[in-house]
């Protein structure tokens, strides 16, 4: 039993890994490494416990409250344990910590692509090939910025597929061992709190002193909100309404995303287009990470009792 919800962590961990990190860089850096991977793996598994913690404690089945669950992932990874959320204030609040962790890796990734599976192969293959074609883009994205090199398309394809592979063996574990219920332990809860707050008080505040005025604020609000969720959802416990477990042809539909980004990859390649595609998704996505954090407080504040 032990065992089998450590995988499941872990897996959630990679799934949130692959669209927080290798779908943001999009190509393997100079400074990457096996051992660097698998210590980010490590790190997104310990917050991706959290975030399961959030959803299964405040009941999170609705998609603005796994949305605020997902701002507090995104805040524990950006304004945590790196500072990015307060270098550029106030956008860096939504980029990256809304606009791709809690949006993206979140509400896409954890949630719709796993609806998607539920549902279907062409759900799956729809919602796949739409990611990957945005994937593309974004990657090409990254010839513009100073220090990086153009990659070449088959470095990208296999950088695309090998990843996309890990994380089609991660929703498989997911799905077949924390997919429906999960339920925290209150020793590890503590522990990776207090762990937390160390981390916060030692390393945070003293790299970027706003955050001790910050950060609290922002997750109080979030805290808060998903109480009001919690007392509007007091039947049932689940992270998944209605779960069933998905034909393993429906896993195979996830390969549309790394050759729609491909396709996409290559097409730009071969007519050599230096796109600054990255501003159009910042555009897009900063003031959707803010719009969609407001939504849903307004959302779940203004929900009735599910037995009223």
């Not at 009941?59 to 959320?85: D, K």
Request: some cysteine; overall charge positive; aromatic content about 14%.
């Amino acid at each position: 039993m032990i065992l089998k919800r450590i995988c499941g962590v872990l897996a959630a961990g990679y799934i949130l890994m692959f669209y927080s990190e290798h779908m943001f860089w999009a190509h393997v850096r100079a400074n990457d490494s096996l051992g660097g991977w698998l210590i980010t793996w490590l790190v997104y598994s310990l917050a991706g416990y959290v975030f399961l913690a959030l959803v299964a404690h405040f009941r999170a089945l609705s998609i603005w409250a796994i949305f605020l669950c997902g701002a507090a992932f995104g805040w524990l990874t950006e304004g945590v344990v790196v500072q990015t959320a307060y270098e550029d204030l106030p956008l860096s609040l939504s980029f990256t910590g809304l606009a791709w962790h809690a949006a993206i890796s979140v509400l896409v990734g954890w949630h719709l692509v796993r609806k998607a599976l539920q549902t279907g192969l062409k759900p799956t293959l729809v919602l796949s090939m739409i990611i990957g074609l945005i994937y593309g883009l974004w990657a090409i994205s990254w010839w513009n910025e100073p220090g990086e090199r153009t990659t070449p398309i088959m470095e990208f394809a296999v950088f695309a597929l090998a990843t996309q592979a890990l994380v089609i063996t991660a929703y498989w574990v997911y799905d077949h061992t924390i997919a429906v219920s999960f339920k925290p332990s209150r020793v590890v809860e503590i522990i990776l709190g207090m762990l937390i707050v160390l981390y916060f008080v030692f390393v945070t505040i003293p790299a970027a002193p706003l955050a001790a005025w910050i950060l609290p604020g922002l997750l109080l609000i979030v805290i808060m909100t998903l109480r009001c969720n919690l007392k509007r959802n007091e039947d049932g416990f689940a992270l998944s309404v209605a779960h069933r477990e998905a034909p393993i042809l429906n896993y195979a539909g996830l390969l549309a995303l790394p050759m729609a980004a491909i396709l996409v990859y290559a097409l730009a390649y071969s007519f050599e287009l230096r796109w600054h595609t990255n501003w159009i998704l910042y555009l897009i996505t900063t003031p959707l990470g803010f719009g969609l954090f407001i939504v849903s407080l307004i959302k779940i504040w203004r929900a009735k009792p599910v037995n009223s």
